[in-house]
């Protein structure tokens, strides 16, 4: 058997359902023969208190009794493959899975053994029945079985499979009605485990003492609680920041550090997971000075954006030469038009179409006719030829008012930054990666030009505050924009982003290897249009090492 320019010779052996033959093509691909033998000795450690788990062990105590004289056991899966509950209503049946591999830890994915009630559903999704001359295995014919996926009632993810299987040419048409109930009754379990987890956080923030002063906020994977001190303390940006706090702790780990808030108090955050939240954790934050609680209309008094904008009302009325520095889209030309409204405006950029002296002769002409103000974009362009003439201008009596824009002073040559020294007044605009605290206020504004009343949840929020924005604003607007006409409600939700800007917190802390991992297992998983096996066969690994990396690295698939 082999696979070649994506056509794979069963040697003629073709099964006769589509879904079947789609998987055991699947299986060549991964580079399964239907000789191989599992793993009938693997080593696996099982957490007792592993949510599918905690969820299905009374099921399975159930189904033991109900199973009894039938000759079929039932198999628990997790998301990965791996085999971690089993019942078996004879001794004999058990003894015979154990033979063929079917044991407690070992892999029953796709890309091990091939098309089976385990490993088949777990691909697709869906439910299916495996007849026996339908496995690829050799050693798996003489079974029969029905999966039936696990799906988590909240984050619709599959977090196991239920298998009924017997020793028989076909299966029962009774094993899809009773797998049914039982997963049904899993899904349950898992979502009052998740409300569970829930009481948890709730008790944890109700054992705090009230405090003056003292702000305390809980939050979980579905629910948040602040008292009155944190409502009026923090805001959405805010719960994102916390959030990051938390992404790398153990839960028996606590952190304690100084946070700027978004309304620019000081304050120290002790942040403690709690057991059994599902990543949930209590803050509780202290203000280092006499708390201002948030203004809602917003601006931030010690922030970038609040000093940009009080310089730019100074500057309004000063006739000084003014150089506006900063990073590709970081508000230059904003900047410079809030400065001085429409002035008459050069662009080194354009200089190269135009030609230098045509350029510098326009320069002269507008000059001539004595303007008010004449502005340059972007002089670190210049050529060398043309850098006297713009710092002749600076130099001019009773001239015009000049307005320079230009990339960071510490990036420019040295005889620009001669230019730009020659400006009595100087704004340094920062980047957006260093205006996190600002980011909700700055993505507000850009909204409500976009689309008034429409907002960000905060899981899209700390998803922008975890980018880099090496463009800047005009990065931002652009990702705001097409989130804009993505949503379906009128909040920006984290799925309405763009895929490269759908990073959490601890995703932007990842260091340059496991970065690099991330980026080739989505291109992988982009490349093969989402199939986990082909892109697990690209990168030459196995599905259950990929799903593994997955969830390290926070992909979501």
């Known amino acids: 058997m082999s696979a070649m320019a994506g056509s794979v010779d069963f040697g003629g052996q073709i099964p006769a359902r589509p879904e079947i033959a789609l998987s055991w093509k699947r299986s060549a691909l991964s580079g399964v023969d239907p000789g191989d033998k599992p793993d009938t000795n693997p080593v696996i450690e099982l957490d007792a208190a592993d949510p599918l788990l905690r969820a299905a ?6 189904i033991r009794l109900q199973i009894t004289g039938t000759g079929v056991c039932v198999l628990l899966a997790d998301n990965e493959g791996r085999l971690v509950g089993q019942v078996f209503d004879t001794p004999a049946l058990e003894r015979r899975l154990e033979r063929l591999g079917a044991v407690v830890g070992s892999s029953l994915g796709e890309d091990r053994v091939g098309t089976n009630a385990l490993g088949t559903p777990l691909e697709t999704r869906q439910a299916i029945v495996v007849n026996g001359e339908e496995h690829f295995l050799e050693r798996f014919k003489g079974l029969s079985c029905y999966g039936q996926p696990i ?11 239920l298998d009924m299987t017997a020793a028989a040419a076909q299966a029962n048409p009774l094993f899809a009605p009773f797998l049914a109930r039982a997963a049904a009754d899993i899904e349950r379990r898992l979502l009052e485990g998740s409300r569970m987890s829930q009481r948890r956080l709730v008790d944890a923030f109700q054992r705090v003492s009230p405090q003056r002063n003292l702000a305390v906020t809980a939050i979980g994977e579905d629910i948040l609680l602040s008292n009155k001190v944190a409502l009026d303390l923090l805001d959405g940006s805010d719960h994102a920041a916390l959030r990051a706090l938390i992404a790398d702790l153990r839960p028996d780990q606590s ?8 309304s620019g108090n000081i304050a120290q955050v002790q942040a403690d997971p709690v057991a059994g939240t599902d990543g949930g954790a209590l803050f509780l934050l202290r203000p280092q000075r006499r708390m201002r609680p948030i203004p809602r209309k917003s601006a931030h008094a010690e922030a970038p954006g609040e000093r940009i904008r009080v310089q730019l009302q100074q500057l309004r009325d000063s006739d000084q030469h003014v150089a506006i520095c900063g990073e590709p889209g970081s508000g230059r030309t904003t900047a410079m038009r809030d400065l001085v409204g429409d002035a008459v405006t050069f662009d080194a950029a354009t200089l190269a179409l135009q030609g230098s002296a045509a ?12 303007p008010a103000v004449v502005a340059v974009e972007n002089v670190q362009l210049l050529p060398e030829t043309a850098i006297p003439v713009v710092a002749e201008l600076l130099s001019v009596p009773h001239g015009p008012r000049v307005i320079l824009t230009s990339g960071p002073v510490e990036q420019v040559s040295a005889s620009v930054a001669a230019v730009l020294a020659r400006c009595p007044a100087r704004m340094q605009l920062p980047p957006l990666r260093q205006r996190g605290a600002e980011l909700a206020d700055i993505a507000r504004g850009m909204l409500e030009g976009i689309a008034p009343g429409l907002g960000l949840t905060p899981r899209a ?16 607007a652009v990702v705001l924009r097409s989130a804009a006409q993505q949503r379906s409600s009128n909040r920006i939700e984290l799925t309405d982003l763009p895929e490269r800007y759908q990073v959490s917190s601890r995703v932007s802390r990842l260091a340059g290897r ?41 992909i979501d698939g």
């Open 57 to 62: 062990r009374p099921v399975l105590d159930e």
């Open 151 to 161: 799906i988590h009632p909240v984050t619709r993810r599959v977090e196991g499979i």
């Open 255 to 262: 952190r304690t550090v100084q946070l700027r808030l978004s």
């Open 359 to 370: 350029w510098l002769t326009e320069l002269g002409r507008v000059v001539a006719t004595d």
């Open 461 to 476: 929020l700390e998803a922008l505050r975890a980018s880099d924005w090496p463009g800047n604003l005009s990065e931002l």
């Open 514 to 554: 496991e970065r690099a991992e991330r980026e080739a297992i989505i291109a992988a998983l982009q490349q093969c249009a989402g199939n986990k096996v082909h892109a697990a066969a690209s990168l030459g690994i196995s599905r259950s090492t990929l799903y593994a990396r997955m969830r390290a690295l926070d």
